[in-house]
């Protein structure tokens, strides 16, 4: 890893999701969950971003970046998604808590879903318009899995609000290549999302955050 100071050299260019206007990040942690991660739909690639997220989540507490941790949470009445899964992320079990090497600290939000999208009857909208004393977040950092699924689907919903997004391309994955790759070319595509290593985002961050 760069040091702080090797950063700030090397981060000479500035990306248009990280202008001196646009301060206000939030960073979105997607269903990093023990369900998702090592039980009933374990994805054993995901076990590669962990210390890539929490990498960016250190970064982000130092900083003063607010971390939202958007997790299911289901009922047995969600049949739409039970039925096409299997029962997951069950309110109430082990299954359904963050994993251990990613625990939320004191200052982190965590947003329960019942559908693939964060925003979709959840309270993240207003948590993220209340931040920065009401000021509003205008750029997320999205990582966690899925990127074809809950990633994708959360996009949708940030790009109707007008948010800029970025996706942090080794701090998200998919059940396979073929889906994280197409996730990726999708939500650049069709909603003009960034996507970047997540050492890139902090070199990017530490210009605009210090």
């Not at 949708?156 to 889906?179: C, H, N, P, W």
């Amino acid at each position: 890893m760069l040091s702080i100071l090797e950063r700030k050299i090397s981060s000479t260019k500035v990306l248009s999701w990280c202008e001196k206007n646009l301060a206000r990040y939030a960073i979105l942690v997607l269903d990093m969950l023990n369900d998702f991660i090592k039980g009933s739909l374990k994805c054993e690639r995901a076990l590669e971003i962990i210390p890539n997220i929490r990498t960016l989540l250190d970064f982000a507490r130092n900083a003063q970046i607010p971390i939202f941790y958007c997790v299911d949470e289901h009922l047995p009445t969600d049949r739409y998604e039970l039925d096409l899964w299997g029962p997951h992320a069950m309110k109430g079990t082990v299954g359904q808590q963050i994993i251990e090497e990613l625990k939320p600290l004191k200052n982190d939000s965590v947003i329960t879903k019942r559908t693939y999208s964060a925003f979709d009857r959840t309270n993240l909208d207003r948590a993220l318009t209340s931040a920065y004393d009401g000021k509003g977040v205008d750029t997320i950092i999205i990582t966690g899995i899925h990127t074809h699924i809950c990633a994708k689907h959360t996009s949708y919903d940030a790009f109707t609000r007008g948010l800029k997004i970025v996706i942090a391309e080794d701090g998200m994955q998919a059940f396979s290549e073929e889906e994280h790759l197409s996730g990726l070319e999708y939500i650049r595509k069709i909603y003009g999302a960034d996507i970047q290593k997540i050492d890139k985002i902090i070199d990017f961050l530490l210009v605009n955050t210090q």
